[in-house]
């Protein structure tokens, strides 16, 4: 079974920068597509990022400009750096991995635990 595991979050001030890591480990799988969503207090999750195995990258409207989204496919881990931080990126950052599992043959999607991202003075 493949597990995720994130790091990087914590508390910053508005205007700052901070850089979630999230890393694939397991055996018999390959990664497709990776990515990172957020879910703030009371509200749904939402999509913030997502990179293909390519490098295709795809990012919502208001993350646009501030965040990147990069993966290392050696590593099996996907990167995001997020700078210009608002109030409003507060969040709990969740990353997504889409798994193919070489000894089922079967294709699955994986989450994260979860990092809390706090944006505030």
């Known amino acids: 079974q493949v597990q995720l595991v994130e790091s990087g979050g914590g508390l910053v001030q508005p205007g700052g920068s901070l850089r979630l890591s999230c890393a694939a480990s397991g055996s018999r799988f390959s990664i497709n597509a990776m990515g990172w969503y957020r879910q703030a207090p009371g509200k749904e999750r939402e999509l913030v990022a997502t990179?293909?195995?390519?490098?295709?990258?795809n990012y919502a409207d208001s993350v646009k400009g501030r965040f990147t989204i990069s993966r290392d496919n050696a590593k099996n881990t996907v990167y995001l750096q997020m700078s210009s931080l608002k109030h409003e990126d507060t969040a709990i950052y969740y990353c997504?991995?889409?798994?193919?599992?070489?000894?089922?043959?079967?294709?699955?999607?994986?989450w994260g635990q979860g990092t809390q991202v706090t944006v505030s003075p």
């Open positions: 997504n991995a889409d798994i193919w599992d070489t000894w089922l043959g079967a294709e699955y999607d994986k």
């Open positions: 990179i293909t195995t390519g490098g295709t990258t």
